[in-house]
C-alpha cells in the first residue's frame, strides 16, 4: 500500500495549475460556504471519479486536514496520485490574506467562511470605521459585536456614568466600571474582546458644535441616544455629509431600527438617500 503523502498549501501553491485537481471531501453546504478556487466537491460520489484523468494529481481536503486523509487513501487505490492537504481548507485561507494577519484570520474564521463576507469582506471591515452615539442599552451589544466582527476603528460616545442600575441591560459595563463614563468603561471592555482594532472614546455628548467634526471622520453612524434633540442631530449632520446611519429606539419590550443608506449614482454624480 502506497504511503500518504501530506502536500503544504506553499507545495501546493508551487505546482502549475495544470496538473492538480483540489478535492472537497466535505458537505456539499460546507463547500459552499467557501472552498478553494476550482475545486471538485467529491463528497462520496465515486462516480465523478470517472472523469477525472489519471495524469491529473488530486489533492484532496477537508477543514482541518484530518478526515480527508480517509479520502486520500481511497483515491491512491483507485490508482489516481493523490495528496492530502497539510492543515486542510483553514491552512489555505491563512495563506491567501494579504492584509490579515494570521491570529486576525483565526480570530475571525467563523464569519469569513460565510460567503456574504469571505477574506475580501473581512478586509473591508478591517478598514472601517463606526461611530456609536450612546453606550447604554443599545449602544452596548452594538458596540460588542461590532469588536467582535473586526471593525477597524470604533468610536463610541457618552457623557453619561455608569451606575449599578444600567448593569442589568447595559452589558458592556460592570461592577469595576461603577462610576466611570459610559465612553470610557465601553472603550476598556471591547480592548479586551479585541486588540486588534482601534477604540475612541468621547466622554462627552454629541453637540451642534462637535458633530459635524466628530460624525465626519467615520464611515457608519449608529444613534443609540434616548432623546429626540440628539437624534434630530444626527440625522441632520448625516444627511448633510452624506452619511450612511441607524436609528434605534427601545421603550419596554418594544423597538424599533431604522437605516438611512446614503450612495452616488454614478451616472450623474448625485446622492440618493433611501
Not at 459552499?32 to 465523478?48: F, K, M, S, T, Y
Not at 460616545?157 to 449599578?164: F, G
Request: glycine share 8%; with cysteine; proline share 2%.
Amino acid at each position: 500500500m502506497k504511503q500518504i503523502q501530506n502536500i503544504s498549501v506553499q507545495q501546493m501553491s508551487e505546482m502549475p495549475a495544470d496538473d492538480y485537481i483540489c478535492i472537497d471531501t466535505r458537505s456539499e453546504t460546507a463547500y459552499q460556504h467557501g472552498h478553494i478556487p476550482g475545486a471538485v466537491c467529491l463528497n462520496g460520489n465515486d462516480e465523478r471519479l470517472k472523469r477525472f484523468p489519471k495524469d491529473k494529481k488530486l489533492i484532496a481536503y477537508c477543514t482541518y486536514g484530518e478526515k480527508s486523509i480517509a479520502a486520500t487513501e481511497n483515491l491512491i487505490q483507485k490508482g489516481f496520485e493523490a495528496y492530502n492537504l497539510s492543515g486542510g481548507y483553514r491552512a489555505w485561507l491563512l495563506q491567501h490574506f494579504e492584509e490579515l494577519s494570521a491570529e486576525e484570520a483565526r480570530r475571525y474564521d467563523r464569519q469569513m467562511i460565510l460567503p456574504q463576507v469571505g477574506s475580501e469582506g473581512q478586509k473591508k471591515l478591517k478598514n472601517s470605521s463606526v461611530l456609536i452615539v450612546g453606550a447604554g442599552g443599545l449602544g452596548s451589544p452594538a458596540a460588542l459585536y461590532l469588536a467582535g466582527a473586526g471593525v477597524g476603528t470604533i468610536g463610541i460616545m457618552d457623557a453619561d456614568m455608569v451606575s449599578i442600575s444600567n448593569l442589568q441591560r447595559q452589558i458592556i459595563h460592570n461592577m469595576e466600571t461603577e462610576s466611570v463614563n459610559k465612553a470610557e468603561s465601553a472603550k476598556l471592555s471591547l480592548q479586551k474582546l479585541n486588540d486588534r482594532i482601534e477604540i475612541k472614546a468621547y466622554p462627552h455628548a454629541l453637540t451642534a458644535d462637535n458633530a459635524e467634526e466628530i460624525i465626519g471622520q467615520y464611515d457608519f453612524i449608529i444613534d443609540a441616544v434616548d432623546n429626540f434633540e440628539t437624534k434630530f442631530l444626527i440625522n441632520d449632520v448625516c444627511v448633510l455629509l452624506e452619511k450612511a446611519f441607524c436609528h434605534a429606539g427601545v421603550l419596554q419590550f418594544e423597538g424599533q431600527v431604522a437605516v438611512r443608506i446614503i450612495y452616488n449614482c454614478f451616472r450623474d454624480g448625485s446622492a440618493v438617500h433611501t
